[in-house]
């Protein structure tokens, strides 16, 4: 394992480029030098790595500038740029924000958007902002930078390849490797075009770029381009510089990844020396560099040096730079692991939990500011350079409690953290007084409504511009979450004790975690269960991830007996929590993995009764939800519902919807399907069953006194479905029984648009009138919509005011299984949009079967009087018991309730 580090000097912009020594004047005082003098001393300084030196300089002559300029000086403005630039790389990051902030308002206000000194600017205070951490900052300010760059210099500028560089650099930080290594070969090009290959600038391009062949398995080709860029730095600027000790730290991470570790260590005996020369021992980047060093102690075996050095670095560290979490986490994970070779366990443990906390810190820090897709892809990035070591530590060393906690608090806080904060960013923007950022959130709005317009349309037919609009909706939206001071994530901090405090007697709740274990390579599940009056959470191992079998087995998996062959889920599940869940009626748990395709209420305790039958179950996106759950008493009032069944699909609907009506005029059976999520020759066939489930649906609420819309027919369409839901307040209660689809897969032959789109959000969702036309591959009535109301189309919505949407459809719980984030399909959209109930399935279900669950649950629900969760459990035990004989858990075991 190696970590991916920062390119020292990557830039070095504002009025001054990476290059041969600027020529000095010769030494004069201090005070008798003039501004350009004063500049000229700075610049020659920081080329040569003596930034601290140079500061005195910066700071000189921004007082000349300020006392001999006006405040609209080009001196003014570049004297506060060149003092954050020191700031920056003498590891006074807060103070440099302000100035480079500074001046970039400076260049703005009195050189424009479009001169060359403003885009340098924007850049400096973006590369501070990847130094600082804020990710998200970094990256829209690169992707603006590259744009003005493009529209505004030519190719042969130098600052275009710099600009290039840096976006790419951002990108790397961000977990976007394909991007990066894009950006990366692209300044890569530009350099040798510009400059040549015997150049310091190419030396730098050819770091990046072996960065990434690096991360991307490329061992070879990364330690050629290390070993070129070496030499081009040894030619150009010469051993005691800033740029080959850049190259030194990348040949050792190639040599490390070969297992080359003698040469490693020689190299890195040759950094730690250039460094004390050349004073660089309080910038990031010889941060990044000792955990790279470090990570080669570790590997080559030098356990007691790792421990020792990883534990003076990170003291040291940690202080200088309070939120460098990344880095933290690194030389914690090391101390953890050098530790726990040497049989050092006790001190092994309180490094483990540092790796913890730090770990989460990151995440805490970026997330809220990336877009949906760059959290995730943030959390992927992160997930696989740690590979949650912290966590298989506390598998291995139960005998520490403390690690219990903590291995609790970090899957609580991991789970549904994206969507929480998208959920939350989308109310604030909602309700944002700010007309500027009311009118871009609508303008991001228009935008996700036209994808998911082209995502309808085989891709031969979408527009050719689609990628841009991606890209474009993709930035709106990372802006909208920076520029927006109301968003916060309050729930996010949460730590295992306000749960506990949440928790009555006779309660308890499980986090679920899906671990993979790289020495075996196996994925691991485990439990972490709290209960009032604990003092920690218990840990529980339940099963390797390959001892499941095929999900499809659910005779099997939920047999009552235990099968000849393969294991069911009594033993895989039941068994190895019986024992700590003695005394306990009520649990809330959180699945993970492959255990959210598993109905936990439908494991089997003995050979007649099922965990629903011993407990009161709530299935939550994460246990940090038991503390607003608790909060909230009062039994909401449900005013208005709408209800879909009976749903003509016809690819003629939408020209009839004013003229058909199923209650009159029910459908032939010869043309009906007994599925929910079946479809023959590529079209949906009309449910009988749906038609009588919503009559009676229907029927039930309004005998409780709901004012129930019910659309059947041509009329459940899309575009009154998205009117509808749309009015204030959105309808109490949504019925839709209907068939429900989920493409695991995306898949560019397919007849059908959804089918083949990248973004699983597009693959999920429901059928509604006239979807047999789009399905099929036509394109939908000029000013209709298409029929398929997606995951994504619902996720964009506002359904807070829902408190229960029932999905009577095959496989809506189905959905791409995200580690952290659970599934991303329509459970998740719906609960985006803020519903608080959401009832779902597993697989496919018959017509009947959801006709006579769904009678089963609005009577105990609306008649009986019982709230959600317990009218839940009481239709699955009627229905269990309608199908005991013979033993039938498909028709019953696939119904979920996600609260």
């Keep these: 394992m190696h970590i991916a580090f920062r390119p020292l000097l990557a830039v070095l912009i504002s009025q001054f480029i990476l290059c041969a020594l600027v020529a000095q004047t010769p030494e004069k005082p201090l005070a008798e030098m003039s501004w350009e003098e004063m500049t000229e001393k700075m610049e020659a300084l920081c080329i040569a790595g003596n930034n601290f030196e140079a500061l005195t300089y910066a700071r000189a002559a921004l007082e000349k500038a300020e006392r001999d300029s006006s405040e609209a000086s080009l001196a003014y403005g570049n004297s506060l740029d060149y003092i954050g630039y020191c700031l920056h790389h003498t590891g006074q990051l807060t103070e440099a924000e302000r100035y480079l902030q500074a001046t970039v308002v400076h260049a703005r206000q009195y050189l424009g958007e479009n001169h060359e000194d403003y885009i340098t600017r924007l850049s400096n205070l973006a590369m501070l902002h990847l130094d600082m951490r804020e990710l998200a900052k970094a990256v829209s300010e690169l992707e603006v930078a590259v744009h003005l760059t493009t529209k505004n210099l030519p190719e042969d500028n130098p600052y275009f390849a710099i600009m290039v560089n840096n976006l790419g650099l951002a990108y790397e930080r961000s977990g976007n490797l394909e991007k990066a290594l894009e950006y990366y070969l692209q300044a890569l090009q530009l350099t040798e075009k510009n400059l040549g290959k015997e150049n310091a600038r190419y030396g730098i391009r050819l770091v990046n770029v072996a960065t990434i062949y690096r991360q991307t398995g490329k061992k070879e080709l990364a330690l050629e381009y290390n070993l070129q860029a070496q030499s081009v730095f040894e030619h150009t600027v010469g051993k005691n510089h800033p740029l080959y000790v850049l190259a030194a730290n990348g040949l050792i991470s190639s040599y490390v990844v070969l297992s080359r570790y003698q040469e490693a260590l020689s190299v890195s005996d040759e950094l730690l020396a250039i460094v004390e020369h050349i004073s660089m021992k309080e910038s990031t980047q010889y941060y990044d560099f000792t955990c790279n060093i470090a990570n080669l102690y570790f590997a080559s075996g030098q356990y007691q040096r790792c421990a020792d050095f990883s534990k003076t670095m990170l003291d040291k560290y940690q202080q200088t730079f309070p939120t460098l979490y990344n880095d933290h986490s690194y030389l914690a994970r090391l101390a953890m692991q050098a530790l726990e070779q040497m049989g050092k366990t006790e001190q092994a443990a309180e490094f483990a939990l540092l790796h913890n906390r730090f770990s989460l810190d990151e995440l805490r820090k970026n997330f809220s500011e990336f877009t949906e897709n760059e959290q995730l892809q943030l959390y992927q990035s992160q997930r696989q350079l740690s590979d949650i070591p912290s966590l298989l530590f506390a598998v291995r060393h139960p005998e520490y409690p403390e690690l219990a906690g903590a291995a609790y608090d970090y899957q609580m806080t991991i789970k549904g953290l994206s969507l929480a904060n998208r959920r939350q960013l989308f109310q604030s923007l ?470």
Excluded at 539 to 544: D, G, K
């Design 430 to 899: 909602r309700e944002q007084p700010d007309a500027q950022l009311t009118d871009q959130f609508e303008e991001w709005k228009r935008l996700q409504n036209e994808i998911s317009r082209q995502y309808a349309l085989t891709p031969a037919k979408r527009q050719t511009n689609l990628d841009s609009l991606l890209t474009v909706s993709n930035n709106l939206e990372r802006n909208l979450a920076i520029a927006s001071e109301t968003f916060r994530l309050t729930s996010q901090n949460a730590r295992w004790q306000d749960v506990q405090a949440a928790l009555a007697p006779g309660e308890a709740a499980i986090e679920f975690a899906q671990l993979k274990n790289p020495k075996a390579d196996s994925i691991l599940y485990m439990a972490w269960v709290l209960r009032a009056g604990d003092t920690h959470p218990q840990q529980v191992f339940l099963f390797e991830e390959k001892e499941l079998g095929q999900m499809a087995a659910t005779r099997r998996l939920y047999a009552p007996e235990p099968p000849a062959t393969g294991k069911n889920l009594h033993e895989l599940l039941w068994k190895p929590l019986e024992p700590v869940l003695k005394g306990i009626s009520t649990l809330y748990y959180a699945p993970a993995g492959i255990l959210h395709q598993i109905n936990l209420g439908a494991v089997p305790v003995s050979a007649a009764a099922v965990l629903d039958d011993r407990f009161h179950l709530h299935r939550l996106v994460s246990t940090r939800q038991i503390i607003s759950l608790k909060k909230t008493t009062d039994t909401p009032a449900l005013p208005s519902a709408l209800v879909f069944g009976g749903i003509r699909y016809d690819s003629d609907s939408l020209a009839l919807v004013a003229t058909n009506n199923m209650l009159e005029h029910p459908v032939p059976d010869a043309i009906t399907s007994r599925n929910r999520g079946a479809f023959s020759g590529g079209e949906w066939r009309f449910l009988t069953g749906s038609l009588q489930e919503a009559v009676e649906v229907r029927r039930r609420l309004e005998a409780a006194g709901t004012k129930v819309n019910l659309a059947d027919g041509f009329s459940a369409s899309e575009g009154y479905f998205k009117k509808t839901v749309q009015s204030s307040p959105a309808p109490s209660v949504l019925h839709l029984a209907t068939h429900g689809f989920f493409v695991t897969v995306a898949d560019s032959s397919a007849e059908s648009g959804f089918a083949t789109a990248e973004n699983p959000m597009a693959r999920a969702g429901l059928a509604l009138s006239g979807a047999n036309r789009v399905w099929g591959g036509g394109q939908p009535f000029e000013g209709q919509e298409d029929g398929i109301l997606t995951a994504l189309e619902i996720s964009r919505m506002d359904l807070g005011s829902t408190e229960l949407a029932v999905l009577s459809a095959c496989g809506t719980g189905q959905g791409k299984i995200e580690a952290g984030e659970g599934v991303l399909g329509l459970q998740r959209a719906f609960k985006m949009a803020g519903v608080h109930y959401v009832i779902m399935t597993l697989w496919n279900v018959q017509d009947e079967d959801a006709q006579q669950f769904m009678d089963f649950f609005y009577g105990e629900w609306l008649t009986q009087k019982k709230s959600i969760p317990d009218a839940f459990r009481s239709a699955q035990q009627d229905m269990r018991a309608a199908h005991a004989r013979p033993f039938q858990p498909m028709a019953w075991a696939g119904f979920l309730l996600l609260e």
